[in-house]
């Protein structure tokens, strides 16, 4: 009996033993790491091939290598104790498949293990991985995204930021000038309207059909397209011929670039010509001809806004070609929120989400830059082509917009 | 009406455009190449890289792409595609394994574009004048598109059908195993026959560049397109490639004008198997 007595202490005594050694073997390993840490990790999953590589590689890669080679170039991210940490990046093709991305994501977090995710490109993406996102705990910095649910989203995925607005932001803000157009008599209250059948036209669809009935206007053509739609001449014919003085598509970049040199070629020319992407890359003008003076859009830039202007000049010597007029501008802004907070509270990405909800920034968009509910409000909805550049435009103009100029001139 | 007449002839155009040098390499080359679609996208870009850095006119440049595009695919079969002809033991081997060789072919030529040019957007604005046919008013450069198919699609006939040499490739297109009874060089034939295919993507690519933007991954929609030509039309038929592209195209252009243009894709679809129902082999198949 003594005798098992004292085995079962020598047992608990060496089991204790062992126990505390693996613990200080454990806070040792912990202390090397944390005192070996000589980098960063980020990772992110982008659509490199595919049909989203063309919006991609336009709005939201170039911004990502600028970023991290601006931050690398100045000696890494700078911690809460000064110090600066290089930024190591690792980078999967999703290969514009859905599952593609939710797999990749997947694999950044649980086998690369990398302290920050970057969002892909699109919508329907982001939605795809913010569940991921959120089970694991990453700040998801929803850059290229329109959503009119991201209040709901932010209430199911607390860790998630919605920096893009919703299609009713932008279907509201673009009405406001219509009715002040239509005030003033330089419309009638008609408008041709056509959407690519695919989320980015259905959801921004559906928002004008609303928008417009509630501003008392009469949609007098509305169509919806495949996506692999290369030829508008019917459409454009079918259009012209319901005589509305407004025409909106709500379209992709390849439909963009063809509506534009069609209705070139057949001279279809209304006062309100409004595009969706595509029509504020850099690039448009040289596919129109030049001849983009008053054509609308999504987004815009103030021209007067040093920041931005900067910011831009900077991308075209890094990138070798300009940003986009829309998305650009905030996923660089929302990389900047993300670099300030790290600065501010260091690796933890609990402590990193409480600071982007919370925390104002200086950025490319404003001295300060804060989000509202996890979402960037101040934001512009409307732009214009107008001298060469798209602007951001309002009815009456003040608060960093211009004026919108029309009837948009003829095409020539 | 008459005006979505010439809208759906100059978009069917397009079609039968592309179509012709696939069926043209799956009728008498038995190969059916899925990179078809790629090396139009891989002209598209050629013709980009001439026109913006070299300033050389894209009508121009079909002088050049084109013949670069029978020598390439030349040299493609000589190293590619002749092992898979020496070995395969029947025909529906070599259509299954040139549908896997192709398959890989179709994502190198993707690479090399993706590597060279990046995933972005590419566009140029070349001859996009109106010009009025019969009082409806269609871009110049479709309308190029349109004639071009005409023409090549015409010439290819005469060739076809009154030359010697058409006559070769079509007893290699009929009877492959009896050809060479007649002392005909199959192995040539074939590789002609797959070259002048790769010709004609290069004059598609060359033209579709001038209307529409494209990027390094687009070229799986064109395979699409073309594919559904050449059965519709019946494979290895050159007017019925034609034919059905110019079919397509009017049916697009219909729908879209009266029911909706949401409903193009369904039609298209919707002519392909109702054809498929009556005429199993496509318009212009032998039974």
Known sequence: ?412 | MLEHVVNGLVLGGTYALVAMGLTIQYGIARIMNLGFGDTIIAACFATFVLFTTLSINPTVALLILVPAGYLISDVIYRVIMKPLVARAPDEGALEVDSILVTFGLLFVIQGVLLTLFGGGYTSYTFLNTPVNVLGSVVAANRLLAFVLSLVIGGVLVVVLFRTRWGMILRAVALAPKSAPLFGIDTDRAARTAFAIGGAMAATGGVVVSMFQTFTATAGVVFTMKALIVVILGGKGSVPGAVVAGLLLGLVETFVAAYIDPGLTLAAVYTVFLALLLVRPNGIFGKA
């Open chain 1, 1 to 412: 009996m003594k005798n098992s007595l004292s085995k079962a202490a020598r047992r608990a005594r060496r089991l204790t033993t062992c126990a505390v050694a693996a613990l200080a073997l454990a806070v040792g390993v912990i202390g090397v790491e944390a005192q070996a840490r000589d980098k960063v990790t980020f990772g992110y999953a982008i659509s490199k091939s595919g049909p989203n590589a063309g919006g991609a590689d336009m709005t939201v890669t170039p911004n990502y290598e600028l970023w991290v080679k601006e931050v690398n170039d100045a000696g890494g991210l700078k911690m809460p104790d000064g110090s600066r940490l290089p930024i190591e990046v690792i980078v999967y093709d999703d290969r514009s498949s859905a599952e593609e991305v939710v797999r990749a994501v997947e694999r950044l977090a649980t086998q690369d293990k990398v302290d920050f995710i970057l969002p892909p490109w699109g919508t329907g993406f982001n939605l795809a991985v913010a569940p991921l996102m959120s089970k694991f705990g990453y700040p998801h910095l929803a850059g290229a995204a329109v959503t009119d649910k991201a209040p709901d989203f932010v209430k199911r995925w607390d860790t998630s930021f919605w920096f893009m607005g919703g299609s009713v932001d932008y279907t509201a803000a673009f009405a406001d000038v219509l009715i002040a157009e239509r005030e003033a008599g330089r419309i009638n209250g008609k408008i041709a309207m056509i959407s690519v059948a695919d989320g980015f036209g259905i959801d921004l669809v559906k928002a004008a059909r609303e928008t417009f009935e509630k501003a008392g206007f009469e949609v007098s053509y509305d169509k919806t397209f495949p996506p692999q739609t290369s030829d508008f001449s019917t459409i454009l014919s079918e259009a012209a011929n319901t005589k509305a003085d407004t025409f909106v598509a709500f379209s992709y970049p390849p439909h963009t670039f063809a509506l534009t040199k069609q209705a070139k070629v057949s001279s279809f020319s209304p006062p309100v010509f409004y595009l969706g992407v595509g029509a504020g890359f850099p690039i448009y003008p040289k596919i129109a001809g030049g001849s983009v003076e008053g054509v609308m859009s999504l987004g815009g830039i103030d021209p007067n806004n040093k920041l931005n202007s900067d910011y831009r000049a900077k991308h075209e010597e890094v990138i070798g070609r300009a940003p986009d007029y829309w998305g650009s501008v905030l996923i660089y802004a929302s990389l900047q929120m993300l670099e300030q907070s790290i600065e501010r509270v260091g690796l933890d990405k609990a402590a990193v989400a409480k600071e982007l909800s919370s925390g104002t920034f200086s950025t490319v968009l404003g001295a300060e830059t804060r989000l509202e509910n996890n979402q960037l409000r101040a934001i512009n909805w409307v732009g214009q082509w107008q001298d060469g550049q798209f602007v951001a435009v309002s009815a009456k103009g003040g608060a960093g917009t211009a004026a919108v100029k029309l009837p948009k001139p003829g095409w020539d």
